[in-house]
């Protein structure tokens, strides 16, 4: 039961951060991580970048899957 909501969390975890990553990419518009506007904590900054780099990872991943597959097509 645990592992299933930890499961769920972390999901939707990576999902907001694609949904970021996507965002950045379309307008150029990502979250602001300057020291002065996070905590004091060391790591918060660390943690973050992190965070947004496993979304930009995830979309990267996809976009190649999906440029293989004959469900999608590129317009433009």
């Not at 907001?16 to 506007?37: D, M, Q, Y």
């Not at 996070?38 to 900054?45: A, D, I, Q, R």
């Amino acid at each position: 039961m645990v592992l299933g909501k930890l499961t769920h969390y972390a999901f939707d975890a990576v999902l907001i951060s694609a949904f970021l990553a996507g965002v950045r990419r379309s307008t150029g518009l990502t979250p602001s991580v300057k020291s002065e506007n996070l905590s004091e904590t060391p790591g918060v900054k660390k943690w973050i970048d992190n965070y947004l780099w496993v979304g930009e990872v995830m979309m990267d991943q996809s976009v190649a899957v999906f440029s293989t597959s004959s469900y999608f097509e590129r317009k433009r």
